[in-house]
């Protein structure tokens, strides 16, 4: 019973390199959305695709996109990291109406150098 | 813009004490409402959710959440606290019908012997 997975787990990058970070769900949720974590902020939402085949911009979009790549699948893409990009990265899925609760991976550690 | 707002960033409490963490929402119209939980290096686990209508929502790990529209309030109760709670708590608010997700700040509980 996988619910949510994130891979990879933890990653350091040096400044200007890109990455991506992938998430599949497999509850044949029609929502998926990225959010980072950083100390004393809580969760801050990065896209977040309503279905498959559409994706919109959430509150800190800058610097990141995304690919709904299927039903199960939607990456991440920091094309030039930066050191403000430094942060704990999650996934999270749900039915899509809104008193349906997400369900979160465990998680990406990202440290951009 | 709708806000939700968790009073306290860190809370302590003894083993077998009440615990209190405050959770606000800035607007007249009520959301979906939510509770989180985070223990270390993992991600978010939901513990409740407010369903239309009640006034006490109860959750898991004997956790309670009182919702009181006057008071644009949902805080979360347990009336025993356990060294096992010790965890940080997220409030989160969804005013859409997509369940977009907004989060506190967060609360890190802990819990001492």
């Not at chain 1, 902020?41 to 979009?61: C, F, H, N, Q, W």
């Not at chain 1, 709904?68 to 996934?91: D, G, I, M």
């Not at chain 2, 860190?10 to 004490?17: F, R």
């Amino acid at each position: 019973n996988a619910g949510v997975t994130q891979t990879p787990k933890f990653q350091v990058l040096k400044t200007g390199q890109s990455m991506t970070l992938q998430c599949a769900q497999d509850m044949n949720h029609n929502s998926m959305y990225w959010y980072r974590q950083d100390p004393g902020m809580g969760l801050r939402l990065i896209y977040y695709s309503a279905s498959e085949g559409t994706t919109d911009k959430g509150e800190v979009p800058n610097g990141y996109n995304v690919s709904r790549l299927n039903k199960r699948e939607f990456s991440l893409r920091l094309e030039s990291a930066a050191p403000s990009q430094t942060s704990v990265y999650f996934c999270a899925s749900s039915p899509g109406s809104g008193n349906q609760p997400q369900h979160f991976g465990d998680g990406t550690r990202l440290s951009i150098l | 813009a709708q806000s939700v707002t968790q009073l306290g960033s860190h809370v302590s409490v003894s083993e077998g004490a009440l615990v209190l963490l405050r959770c606000n929402y800035s607007s007249s119209v009520p959301p979906y409402l939510f509770w989180y939980v985070q223990y270390p290096n993992q991600g978010l686990q939901l513990l409740l959710k407010y369903t239309t209508g009640a006034t006490l929502v109860k959750g898991i790990n004997g956790f309670e959440a009182e919702f009181k529209k006057s008071e644009t309030s949902f805080h979360l109760t347990k009336p025993s606290a356990h060294m096992s709670d010790a965890a940080e708590y997220f409030c989160a608010a969804s005013w859409t019908s997509g369940s977009r997700l907004t989060f506190g700040e967060g609360t890190q509980l802990t819990v001492n012997p």
